[in-house]
């Protein structure tokens, strides 16, 4: 059907959908990016965070007495817990800011949509606000079913890969018992580092999956039917009734100019009953005689009729008429094959001016 959206988005509507802020984006692939990223800051962090939990559990048992903690001494006392926990915090968290605005970018691109941050009115009506609520807590919204399953879905499988680290190495975990707390810290840590490493991989392919299907999902949006793509065309090519105008416009000026040329022609190169070229020869603006005006039928005899009137001579060649009319754009020389051709006519001319002028002189 003519309506159904069946085509491809053209260039120009994928333009206009990116600067509305529509975009192909996958939340679940910038989360498990930016987690996995986390992750590895936290390792790169590790010894300057122990360093500092060093420092801080030095302080907790060698300056605080719990006799000697009095109300007014709480702010001093927890000042330190305060310095030492932004030092941990603040490098962490503005690494994470850092690696995510990276990987937006890497994601979506350039991007400044003026539309997304618009206030739009009509969505505050008490019907909008209503029918935003129904549509998200409607489970049997078919939006609500795919991003539910989704959920469940990635839930499954990100604790399945937790799980089966544990699972695999329940046996070093019941060997813990009874061992000396370095030994127990270093297998502990050796399985929540390889558990979260599993998770962290979990989640990145589930981000590419879902990156594919959130393309596939913008694709088949912004798809359109023919019949916008042909408004479309028409929208950039410009209404046919405009672009009629317009170039009748050109046209008349084109003949306005050329008319206004051929009195200061040399002579009239003409087929008597079809085509007039009026020709003009400046050294010192061309090596060759330029085409000024040319025209047929009723163009040519427009063009006969003012170089009469302006006593520009008129030579009757049909051959060399129709070759300089189909080969020569106006304001361009002639080509070099004409040059023999043309060189006659003008000599012929420059020849009979001067006789006139002899003649009448004497």
């Given at each position: 059907?003519a309506g159904?959206?069946t085509?491809?988005a053209?260039?120009?509507?994928?333009?206009?959908?990116?600067?509305k802020?529509?975009?192909a984006?996958?939340?679940?692939m910038i989360s498990?990016?930016t987690?996995?990223?986390g992750?590895g800051?936290?390792?790169?962090?590790?010894?300057?965070?122990?360093?500092?939990l060093?420092?801080l559990?030095?302080?907790?048992?060698?300056?605080?007495?719990?006799?000697?903690?009095?109300?007014?001494?709480?702010?001093?006392?927890l000042?330190?817990?305060?310095k030492?926990s932004?030092?941990?915090?603040?490098?962490?968290?503005?690494?994470?800011?850092?690696?995510?605005?990276?990987?937006?970018?890497?994601q979506v691109?350039p991007?400044?949509a003026?539309?997304?941050i618009?206030?739009?009115?009509d969505?505050?009506t008490?019907?909008?606000i209503?029918?935003?609520?129904?549509?998200?807590f409607?489970?049997?919204?078919?939006?609500?079913?795919?991003e539910?399953?989704?959920?469940?879905?990635?839930m499954?499988?990100?604790?399945?890969?937790?799980?089966?680290?544990v699972?695999?190495?329940?046996?070093?975990?019941?060997g813990l018992?009874?061992?000396?707390?370095?030994?127990?810290?270093m297998?502990?840590?050796s399985?929540?580092?390889?558990?979260?490493?599993?998770?962290?991989?979990?989640?990145l392919?589930?981000?590419f999956?879902?990156k594919?299907?959130?393309?596939?999902?913008?694709?088949?949006?912004?798809?359109?039917?023919?019949q916008e793509?042909?408004?479309?065309?028409?929208?950039m090519?410009?209404?046919?009734?405009i672009?009629?105008?317009?170039?009748?416009?050109q046209?008349q000026?084109?003949?306005?100019?050329?008319?206004?040329?051929v009195p200061q022609a040399?002579?009239v190169v003409?087929?008597p009953t079809?085509?007039?070229?009026?020709?003009?020869?400046?050294?010192?603006?061309?090596a060759?005689?330029v085409?000024?005006?040319?025209?047929v039928?009723y163009m040519a005899f427009?063009i006969?009729?003012i170089a009469?009137a302006?006593?520009?001579?008129?030579v009757?060649n049909?051959?060399?008429?129709?070759?300089?009319?189909k080969l020569?754009?106006?304001d361009?020389?002639?080509?070099?094959?004409?040059y023999?051709?043309?060189?006659e006519i003008?000599?012929?001319?420059y020849?009979k001016?001067?006789?006139t002028?002899i003649?009448?002189?004497?």
């Amino acid at each position: 059907m003519a309506g159904e959206r069946t085509e491809s988005a053209t260039p120009k509507r994928r333009q206009d959908e990116r600067k509305k802020g529509n975009i192909a984006k996958s939340q679940d692939m910038i989360s498990a990016l930016t987690i996995s990223a986390g992750v590895g800051i936290l390792i790169g962090l590790s010894s300057y965070i122990l360093e500092k939990l060093k420092i801080l559990l030095e302080y907790t048992f060698t300056h605080i007495k719990p006799n000697d903690i009095e109300t007014n001494d709480i702010i001093a006392m927890l000042a330190p817990f305060a310095k030492i926990s932004g030092e941990i915090l603040l490098p962490f968290l503005l690494a994470i800011m850092v690696v995510t605005a990276i990987i937006i970018r890497m994601q979506v691109g350039p991007l400044f949509a003026v539309e997304k941050i618009k206030p739009k009115l009509d969505k505050f009506t008490m019907s909008s606000i209503m029918n935003g609520l129904k549509k998200m807590f409607n489970p049997f919204e078919p939006r609500n079913l795919v991003e539910m399953a989704k959920s469940l879905f990635k839930m499954l499988v990100i604790g399945y890969c937790g799980y089966s680290v544990v699972n695999s190495r329940k046996d070093e975990l019941f060997g813990l018992l009874g061992v000396d707390i370095n030994t127990a810290f270093m297998v502990l840590g050796s399985i929540i580092i390889n558990m979260v490493v599993n998770m962290c991989v979990a989640m990145l392919i589930l981000g590419f999956l879902d990156k594919k299907y959130q393309d596939h999902e913008y694709e088949k949006s912004i798809k359109m039917t023919k019949q916008e793509i042909k408004d479309e065309y028409k929208n950039m090519e410009g209404d046919p009734i405009i672009k009629s105008k317009i170039r009748s416009s050109q046209m008349q000026f084109m003949r306005q100019k050329m008319m206004s040329a051929v009195p200061q022609a040399d002579v009239v190169v003409a087929n008597p009953t079809h085509f007039s070229v009026a020709l003009k020869y400046d050294r010192s603006k061309a090596a060759a005689p330029v085409v000024v005006a040319k025209g047929v039928d009723y163009m040519a005899f427009k063009i006969r009729e003012i170089a009469k009137a302006n006593n520009v001579p008129i030579v009757e060649n049909k051959p060399l008429a129709r070759a300089l009319y189909k080969l020569v754009p106006v304001d361009s020389v002639i080509p070099p094959d004409l040059y023999v051709a043309v060189a006659e006519i003008l000599a012929f001319v420059y020849n009979k001016n001067n006789s006139t002028n002899i003649q009448s002189q004497v």
